[in-house]
């Protein structure tokens, strides 16, 4: 967690305390790419584009909202802005997130806790990575990171209704992948 | 209520964006499948939120790769003008603040002087001293 001294100390020109900003949050902002844009190269690169925004945001930045939750939205921008340079938007079936896949198998395979917990959880990961990029951001932005659909459908430039619809799709999708027994109550 | 019409508003109830209330409670209450369907969304979304704190293991040498990104020197150089450009703030604030209330004092100063030469205009002289009149 990054404190107010922290960032106090960020904002007094030590320049280790920027160091130690990322020291402290570079797993959470590198899962969050991975997770939203699926491959584990172009996580590091929206990662590192992440905190080159933050740096130069910092004094923009003057503690209304948590740190991390300041940053998760830095993150959000600089995925969605890789994402569209690579066109990868507008491909709805596209995407499969191969790399997200295999870092949640691998991820499980080495954590034990992780392995201890309900095994729905793994299967939650994997399914979330194969959803396609345009159904996985909302759900991710949202239901992971806490997001509402106004700021999404900001950084994605649609409606918030459009989120919801993308929203209320990419759930459908997880549940019946969650819960395949069920897909018969779907009406 | 019909168990479509039901269905569509479940994720909603289950992130608790929406009360179960009125024709949609009385419909869960008599619907299993349409009960049974609201918990597996529950579910979905409880276990969404847990996942922002599993993290995945970066590629080694992440750290390093996004600290050489922006070199302590830069960093050092950009705070120190993040430390400039506060200061330089703060004395625009102050010198604003003074401009600001010496404007306010010199109004109400200018104001009073003038409401009070106004009020002079009505009022009626002073009588002449008494010797005077007599010389006359």
């Given at each position: 967690m990054v404190t107010r001294e922290l960032l106090a100390a960020c904002r007094r020109g030590d320049p280790k305390a920027f160091e130690e900003v990322v020291r402290r949050t570079h797993r959470h902002v590198y899962t969050q790419a991975l997770r939203l844009v699926g491959d584990r190269h172009e996580a590091e690169d929206v990662a590192q584009e992440a905190y080159l925004r933050a740096f130069r945001g910092l004094p923009g930045f003057?503690?209304?909202?948590r740190f991390e939750t300041w940053l998760y939205r830095i993150v959000a921008n600089a995925a969605v802005s890789h994402l569209r340079r690579r066109g990868r938007f507008g491909q709805p079936t596209a995407d499969p997130g191969e790399d997200l896949a295999t870092d949640v198998e691998a991820a499980s395979r080495r954590d034990p806790s992780l392995e201890d917990q309900a095994v729905d959880r793994d299967a939650l990961s994997l399914a979330l990575a194969e959803l396609p990029v345009g159904l996985r951001i909302p759900v991710v932005l949202k239901d992971v990171y806490g997001m509402s659909c106004r700021e999404i459908g900001e950084e994605l430039g649609v409606s918030e209704g459009a989120v919801k619809v993308r929203l209320h799709r990419g759930r459908r999708r997880l549940k019946r992948a969650l819960f395949p027994e069920a897909t018969n109550d779907d009406v | 209520m019909t168990c479509e019409e039901v269905r569509a508003q479940l994720p909603q109830l289950a992130e608790g964006g929406l009360r179960a209330a009125g024709a949609v409670e009385e419909h869960l209450a008599g619907c299993e499948a349409c009960s049974a369907e609201l918990r597996r969304y529950r579910a979905l979304i409880l276990e969404l939120a847990a996942l922002r704190e599993v993290l995945l293991e970066p590629a080694e040498g992440l750290l390093g790769r996004l600290l050489a990104e922006v070199p302590e020197e830069r960093r050092r150089r950009f705070l120190e003008r993040v430390v400039a450009d506060e200061l330089l703030h703060r004395a625009a604030f102050s010198v604003g603040g003074v401009v600001v209330g010496a404007s306010a004092i010199g109004l109400l100063w200018w104001r009073t002087n003038r409401r009070g030469s106004v009020s002079l205009e009505g009022v009626p002289r002073p009588a002449a001293p008494a010797a005077d009149a007599a010389s006359i």
């Amino acid at each position: 967690m990054v404190t107010r001294e922290l960032l106090a100390a960020c904002r007094r020109g030590d320049p280790k305390a920027f160091e130690e900003v990322v020291r402290r949050t570079h797993r959470h902002v590198y899962t969050q790419a991975l997770r939203l844009v699926g491959d584990r190269h172009e996580a590091e690169d929206v990662a590192q584009e992440a905190y080159l925004r933050a740096f130069r945001g910092l004094p923009g930045f003057r503690g209304d909202a948590r740190f991390e939750t300041w940053l998760y939205r830095i993150v959000a921008n600089a995925a969605v802005s890789h994402l569209r340079r690579r066109g990868r938007f507008g491909q709805p079936t596209a995407d499969p997130g191969e790399d997200l896949a295999t870092d949640v198998e691998a991820a499980s395979r080495r954590d034990p806790s992780l392995e201890d917990q309900a095994v729905d959880r793994d299967a939650l990961s994997l399914a979330l990575a194969e959803l396609p990029v345009g159904l996985r951001i909302p759900v991710v932005l949202k239901d992971v990171y806490g997001m509402s659909c106004r700021e999404i459908g900001e950084e994605l430039g649609v409606s918030e209704g459009a989120v919801k619809v993308r929203l209320h799709r990419g759930r459908r999708r997880l549940k019946r992948a969650l819960f395949p027994e069920a897909t018969n109550d779907d009406v | 209520m019909t168990c479509e019409e039901v269905r569509a508003q479940l994720p909603q109830l289950a992130e608790g964006g929406l009360r179960a209330a009125g024709a949609v409670e009385e419909h869960l209450a008599g619907c299993e499948a349409c009960s049974a369907e609201l918990r597996r969304y529950r579910a979905l979304i409880l276990e969404l939120a847990a996942l922002r704190e599993v993290l995945l293991e970066p590629a080694e040498g992440l750290l390093g790769r996004l600290l050489a990104e922006v070199p302590e020197e830069r960093r050092r150089r950009f705070l120190e003008r993040v430390v400039a450009d506060e200061l330089l703030h703060r004395a625009a604030f102050s010198v604003g603040g003074v401009v600001v209330g010496a404007s306010a004092i010199g109004l109400l100063w200018w104001r009073t002087n003038r409401r009070g030469s106004v009020s002079l205009e009505g009022v009626p002289r002073p009588a002449a001293p008494a010797a005077d009149a007599a010389s006359i």
